[in-house]
């Protein structure tokens, strides 16, 4: 069983490398399943638009709502993050070689989200890469109970390790 996770200082950084991370790996022959962030910013009107990409090769989908320049509430439309959740899990049943979920967030931290397919996935024998957010921290922390490695946010170093474990399953299957 794999599980490791990523987190980069910077405001959407995490999401940046795993959009990458999952684009070369899969040009390199790797089955990647899962979601990854794009964010696209609107210059003038508030926080940038939220949208999850289902892979392989998937719908992108919009997560977050626009609630205006002045809300200060959560702005994910959680609606549409279970839809992105039901597809991936489609995709994992499939036969993937590595799942990438771009957020353990407040989602996820709550017990819903994109946690029962990580955890089916590290059932399955899938190799498991999260990104993480300093606020949702611990309690990834906590649902990895100690299985999950920490891997810098640096494209190379996450790809090393998503080509060493996918080989792994790919072996064992």
Avoid: Y
Wanted: charged share 20%; proline share 5%.
């Amino acid at each position: 069983m794999q599980l490791a996770w990523t987190m980069s200082p910077g405001r959407g950084d995490t999401d940046l490398i795993l959009a990458t991370l999952a684009s070369d790996l899969a040009a390199r022959g790797v089955r990647v399943c899962g979601a990854v962030q794009i964010n696209t910013e609107r210059p003038g009107a508030g926080p940038c638009d939220m949208d999850v990409q289902v892979l392989p090769g998937g719908p992108v989908l919009r997560i977050s709502q626009n609630l205006g320049l002045e809300a200060r509430g959560c702005r994910l439309d959680p609606a549409v993050l279970e839809t992105a959740v039901g597809l991936v899990s489609a995709r994992l049943d499939a036969g993937v070689d590595l799942l990438i979920v771009n957020k353990f967030g407040k989602h996820e931290a709550a017990g819903r989200g994109f946690r029962d397919v990580i955890a089916e996935a590290m059932a399955l024998g899938v190799p498991v890469l999260v990104g993480v957010n300093a606020l949702n921290r611990a309690a990834f922390e906590d649902f990895a109970g100690g299985l999950a490695t920490r891997l810098p946010p640096e494209g190379a170093a996450l790809a090393h390790w998503a080509e060493r474990v996918s080989r792994k399953a790919d072996r064992a299957a």
